[in-house]
């Protein structure tokens, strides 16, 4: 099947252009930046469009890298147009905020991590997608934009269900900001998927931080069971203060998949899923803790 006929195309060389695009069009249009997710919804008439709007071209949505000196207010900015290929790969993304790159590994294959954007899998939505639950962990925030000015959502706020995202028709997400982690601080994530570079049966994300050896500031989530990422709090709960060991870990993979609901479906059983959850929960929960006492060091 081929994408039903589009009568107009528009390539704007910025951030101004595109807005005045979006705002002028609005429902009729559809952004277009790695084709990843667009161009197959297309093809198979699932999204039918008579106006795409082709954003490789905007310079602003292709920044990348830390910004302010002061440890405090330090972020990381990644513009919507950072490709997954850079966020696998990227010596700042793999020593500092390496949940990301872990999860960015995972994407398709080499093709699709070449194309394909931050930004069109964050406003894509797809609950079983790898980058939702990294900047969900990290408490990232989206900057959307419009004509009408620009605001901002935290991670938590920004994905609405499935495939929903508060980016309204006229709207463009333009940067992510992740606020830079404190000293002692390890993030991990993985899944488990039919074959490697498919979307995730479960994938499980963890951020912790040591002092002392006790667990503080735990943030858990996981993605491939319900219609967005689910934060895990019983088990962020059960792991604050205490002093970590592997029995700890155990027990506390024990709680996240008690605490998780999931159903079955054509990947997996529920049962099978609980099985998943407490494997990858204990080896994202160790790596993440190995990576804080690394960061101690």
């Known amino acids: 099947m081929y994408p039903a006929p589009i009568s107009e195309y528009f390539a704007p060389t910025s951030l101004d ?6 705002k002028e069009y609005g429902s009729q249009a559809k952004i277009i930046a790695g084709g990843q ?65 872990d999860a960015a590994k995972y994407i398709g294959d080499v093709q699709i991590r070449n194309r394909g954007t931050i930004g069109g899998s964050l406003v894509h939505a797809d609950p079983a997608a790898d980058l939702p639950v990294p900047i969900l962990v990290l ?11 620009e605001e901002t959502y935290s991670a938590e706020d920004f994905f609405l269900g499935l495939m929903m995202t508060v980016v309204e028709e ?17 993030t991990a994530y993985s899944k488990h998927s039919v074959v490697f570079g498919d979307f995730a049966v479960i994938s499980v994300g963890a951020k912790v931080t040591l002092k002392e050896d006790k667990c503080l500031s735990p943030r ?31 027990q506390a993979a ?13 990947r997996a059983t529920a049962e099978y899923r609980k099985i998943l959850l407490k494997e990858y929960g204990f080896n994202v929960l160790t790596k993440a803790i190995q990576r804080a006492k690394e960061d101690l060091i």
């Open 139 to 149: 408490d990232g925030i989206l900057r959307v934009s419009s004509k009408a000015g």
């Open 37 to 101: 997710s667009m161009l197959p919804l297309l093809k198979i008439r699932m999204v039918e469009t008579p106006v795409v709007i082709d954003i490789n071209r905007v310079l602003e949505l292709q920044e990348f890298g830390e910004k302010y000196r002061d440890p405090e207010k330090r972020i990381l900015r990644i513009g919507a147009l950072t490709r997954h290929k850079t966020l696998a790969s990227h010596p700042l993304v793999v020593s500092k905020y390496p949940i990301i790159s």
């Open 170 to 186: 006229d709207q463009l997400l333009t940067h992510i900001d992740i606020p830079a982690p404190k000293k002692g601080t390890g």
């Open 254 to 266: 024990d709680v996240l998949a008690e605490e998780i609901e999931v159903e079955s479906d054509m």
């Open 220 to 250: 858990i989530y996981v993605g491939g069971v319900n219609p967005r990422p689910q934060r895990a709090v019983n088990t962020e709960v059960f792991l604050e203060g205490k002093i970590i060991t592997p029995e700890v870990l155990k």
């Open 17 to 22: 252009e595109c807005l005045d695009l979006l």
